[in-house]
């Protein structure tokens, strides 16, 4: 399979495993090496994402718009109601905004090479539901060894400095081998 921009980066886990705090690390570490990312984010809380109601945007949706865009100063804020696009097309509206790579957190069932997060022995189960697993970040010590055996991917400790940069510097390492490709 050929390797096409945008690199498209799956951080998968459980609630409450720390996908969200090492997606910002990971966002840092691309920027400060002049990699643009993008992100989506499954909101698996039940039920449909916060708006912030007192805004005009919000109004306009409440009122029965299905979209409300506003932009300001070079920002853009999308809200969208009663649309409920496939990660695919998710993937394809966020590809406009030309990000070098679009890192996924959540969507655990989606066959893209991702980042899979261990924090206890429960979550074992995730590693026979998801496919394309590249790296494993676990928060107890003593899984380290058992699936390093069982899988062919780097192992970290939650705490291991390292564990992002290499994790970070692999993608730029992707981004930048298709970038001399093109």
Not at 119 to 146: F, G, M, P, Q, T
């Amino acid at each position: 399979m050929a390797l096409v921009k945008p690199i498209i980066f799956q951080i998968v886990g459980y609630q409450n495993s720390g996908k969200t705090t090492i997606i910002l690390k990971i966002i840092e570490i691309l920027k400060n090496e002049g990699i643009k990312s993008a992100t989506i984010k499954h909101h698996g809380h039940g039920g449909r994402p916060d708006i912030l109601s007192q805004k005009d945007s919000a109004k306009h949706i409440n009122a029965g718009a299905v979209a409300s865009l506003v932009e300001g100063e070079g920002r853009i804020c999308l809200q969208a109601d009663e649309t409920a696009l496939t990660l695919e097309e998710q993937i394809r509206f966020v590809e406009f905004f030309r990000p070098d790579i679009i890192l996924i957190e959540g969507h655990k069932m989606k066959s893209y090479p991702k980042l899979l997060i261990l924090r206890d022995e429960n979550d074992l189960s995730l590693i026979s539901d998801v496919s394309n697993i590249k790296n494993v970040i676990v928060w107890h010590k003593d899984l380290i060894n058992a699936l390093r055996e069982k899988l062919a991917v780097p192992v970290f400790h939650i705490k291991e400095e390292k564990a992002l940069m290499k994790i970070s510097k692999d993608l730029i390492k992707l981004v930048h081998n298709i970038d001399k490709k093109s």
